[in-house]
């Protein structure tokens, strides 16, 4: 889990049990069809290891309004139709302990992402009226036990698919969803060319290439190519190449400082030569696993730069360092990039953060928002689109949630040749959709602001 709250396990529990009675017994609202109780749901067989969850069915309004469809027309009305969602999560219902009625603490992700997108699904049927049943299926931990998933009849009648959450899982249901043409939205994992040949893979989370490109452009628009130096290691210099592709054709490229492996300090690394006198500096360390390092860098760069201007760029993980002074991150203007951004004073992170704690009496994590934002997301775009929306998404679509911001775009394992043959035709063969957006968030008051909302 992300950070947040810790979840009160065993209340939550009781809580994903009865998830789907609650919903399917919400009163009626004018004009919203919301079953008054349980429909009848018989359960296919399912092979051991495949681990159901439970199935719940929201009826569509009795009279909607927005297009839906394949390809829906201005105007076109609502039809009504019936979509098939799959959600697959890590709940390790297998290591339950039925006793205690606790659950493993590995399992809170899911808990609270699976919390997150319930209260969404519920505002779809209620105010929205998409027609959907939703099956969730335990993924547990082993490649093995979620293989067995693809023997369930349940996982095969799905059309969209929300999960799962370990980057080995999602790699071997995007080689299926190939034969089967099924729409898979990837929530969480942010590896690079996971598929290929693969226009129904949708990714949530932006990749470390999305994150190079968004912490260069942010930077060029506001300094000249010359002032940024990459600083890395050796065994982490194949991260450079992100950050130069990303900068403007024709422009100087960036400089690079590739120190040793084994370096623990800078004292005898002289950055005079990266420091501007009378200009800003910018300096961009796509490094995530050694604090020291980082912290050897800070050091030398604060008894380095005397008064001239700089900016200092990391990762995402820079946020839950916690061996590095504050003022070094203030003195030195550290950003980072970030996938996700939650504004907790936001009225509808507090409606959201009240809702959730009346449904389940614990407060929502980042997994809780996230959940929340990627199905009020596929909701839409399937009450917008029909099962044609991934074709839309890179062109015309995007969501402001409240977790993160999704604009997608066409991702190519290898970039078209616009001289070999049709460039349209190429220009569509793209391998998957990503999430492109990163936030750029700022150390000020103690704590990561954003600066590009």
Known sequence: MKS???PTLSLFLLAVGSMFFIFCNAPKRAGVGVPSQRPNTTRPTTVPGASPMDTVRWAPATTPVPPIGNAPASGQPYLGQQYNLAILLPFLTDQADS???????????????????????????????????????????????????????????????????????????????????????????????????????VQINPSLRAHCAAIARYVLQRNSPEAVTLVS???????????????????????????????????????????????????????????SFV????????ATKGSASVEVYGMPQWKSFTNIEPEYFNELNVHISSAYYVDRNSDEARAFRQ??????????????????DVALFTGRMLKRYGLSFPQQLASTESFNGMHNRFQFAKVYTTPPDPLAGNTNDLLNRYDYLENIFVHILKYQNYQFLPVNQ
């Open 99 to 201: 006793d205690t009625r606790s659950v493993p603490e590995k399992s809170s992700l899911a808990l609270q992402f699976y919390g997150g997108a319930s209260l969404a699904l519920k505002k779809l049927a209620a105010e929205e009226g998409l027609n959907l049943i939703v099956d969730v299926l335990d993924t547990r931990v082993n490649d093995a036990d979620f293989q067995q998933l693809f023997s369930n009849p349940r996982l095969g009648k799905a059309q969209v698919i929300i999960g799962p959450i370990r980057s080995s899982h999602v790699n071997l249901l995007a080689e299926r969803i190939k034969q089967t043409r099924q729409i898979l939205v990837s929530p969480e994992s942010p590896n690079m060319d996971l598929t290929s040949q693969n226009p129904d893979f």
């Open 355 to 372: 809702l959730f704690y009346d449904a389940y009496g614990t407060i929502p994590s980042e997994d809780a928002y996230n959940g929340y």
């Open 295 to 302: 912290m050897a860098f800070l050091q030398k760069l604060r």
């Open 4 to 6: 947040g709250h810790q």
């Open 233 to 291: 290691k050796q065994r982490e210099a194949d991260r450079l190449p992100f950050f130069q592709q990303a900068n403007r054709a024709g422009n100087k490229p960036f400089a690079e400082l590739i120190v040793p492996d084994d370096l623990t300090s800078f004292d005898k690394i002289d950055l005079r030569p990266y420091i501007r006198p009378g200009r800003k500096s910018i300096f961009i360390l796509p490094t995530w696993a050694s604090q």
